[in-house]
């Protein structure tokens, strides 16, 4: 029977010096490939030349967005950063989000979607900016606001969103009271105060928006007992009672301690 001949096994010197020249010729082989992919990347062939803009542009033409971000954009079409690029395209007003990608050989594609604003932000308090549907704040030029009368929110930084979501819910509730609401406070103490378009203010208090929506459907749905008996125009009212609401009407001052 043919016996297989068995080589012993290298020296462990020998061994180490194998492993160590394989590592060494990946480590080279991946540095050619990457000096390649960057020799490659800055032809002249990959060079960007041009961009796409579409999407929602009610504030912003296809030829300012290029105008403004191309000259941001750093690198060929194979080495441009796309998040850079997305940063660049977000940073112009009333962009709230942008979408970049390549398309071959030398172009990018970028959809873009605008804020859409919904109101005013601390208007009152020094540090003015618009928020929009989704109850971000954000800043840009007041002259390029199409609506000419918009809510006034106010509320802690990072509040703008429930500031918002409170608005949405008091605006119906409040309607039955033939003015529109205008503004809407929510100060550091947590407390509501509300305006109407007419000059009434009604002060909400503190509470979850279930509570105060229907403190406040409480207060429609029973002033006009309180109109009927005196026929005098509200000026102020106060919401903040467990058990019913003041009201300041002009000439006369009295308190509705009713439930309902």
Same mark, same amino acid.
């Given at each position: 029977?043919?016996?297989?001949?068995?080589?012993?096994?290298?020296?462990?010197?020998?061994?180490?010096?194998?492993?160590?020249?394989n590592v060494l010729f990946t480590l080279l082989a991946i540095a050619l490939l990457a000096a390649a992919m960057w020799w490659l990347a800055r032809l002249p062939a990959f060079n960007l030349r041009g961009i796409t803009v579409? +999407?929602d542009l009610a504030h912003n033409s296809p030829l300012t967005m290029r105008a403004v971000v191309a000259p941001k954009l750093t690198g060929s079409f194979l080495s441009l950063d796309l998040e850079r690029a997305r940063e660049?395209?977000?940073?112009?007003?009333?962009?709230?989000?942008?979408?970049?990608?390549?398309?071959?050989?030398?172009?990018?594609?970028?959809? !873009?979607?605008?804020?859409?604003?919904?109101?005013?932000?601390?208007?009152?308090?020094?540090?003015?900016?618009?928020?929009?549907?989704?109850?971000?704040?954000?800043?840009?030029?007041?002259?390029?606001?199409?609506?000419?009368?918009?809510?006034?929110?106010?509320?802690?930084?990072?509040?703008?969103?429930?500031?918002?979501?409170?608005?949405?819910? !008091?605006?119906?509730?409040?309607?039955?009271?033939?003015?529109?609401?205008?503004?809407?406070? !929510?100060?550091?103490?947590?407390?509501?105060?509300?305006?109407?378009?007419?000059?009434?203010?009604?002060?909400? +208090?503190?509470?979850?928006?279930?509570?105060?929506?229907?403190?406040?459907?409480?207060?429609?749905?029973?002033?006009?007992?309180?109109?009927?008996?005196?026929?005098?125009?509200?000026?102020?009212?106060?919401?903040?009672?467990?058990? +019913?609401?003041?009201?300041?009407?002009?000439?006369?001052?009295?308190?509705?301690?009713?439930?309902?």
């Amino acid at each position: 029977m043919a016996r297989t001949a068995t080589m012993p096994p290298l020296p462990f010197d020998v061994r180490l010096a194998q492993a160590g020249a394989n590592v060494l010729f990946t480590l080279l082989a991946i540095a050619l490939l990457a000096a390649a992919m960057w020799w490659l990347a800055r032809l002249p062939a990959f060079n960007l030349r041009g961009i796409t803009v579409e +999407g929602d542009l009610a504030h912003n033409s296809p030829l300012t967005m290029r105008a403004v971000v191309a000259p941001k954009l750093t690198g060929s079409f194979l080495s441009l950063d796309l998040e850079r690029a997305r940063e660049a395209f977000e940073s112009v007003p009333w962009v709230r989000h942008a979408i970049v990608r390549r398309v071959w050989p030398d172009r990018l594609a970028v959809k !873009l979607e605008e804020h859409r604003v919904a109101a005013l932000w601390n208007p009152d308090t020094g540090g003015e900016g618009l928020v929009n549907t989704f109850g971000e704040v954000f800043e840009a030029n007041l002259g390029d606001v199409e609506d000419e009368i918009l809510p006034r929110l106010s509320g802690p930084a990072g509040s703008a969103a429930r500031v918002l979501a409170m608005w949405h819910v !008091l605006e119906q509730v409040l309607q039955p009271l033939g003015s529109p609401l205008e503004s809407l406070l !929510l100060n550091g103490h947590g407390t509501w105060r509300a305006r109407l378009a007419n000059g009434v203010a009604i002060e909400l +208090g503190r509470g979850e928006p279930e509570a105060l929506a229907a403190r406040a459907a409480r207060f429609v749905r029973t002033l006009p007992q309180v109109s009927v008996a005196f026929q005098r125009p509200l000026l102020a009212a106060d919401l903040r009672h467990a058990d +019913g609401y003041a009201v300041r009407l002009k000439g006369v001052t009295t308190t509705n301690g009713s439930r309902n």
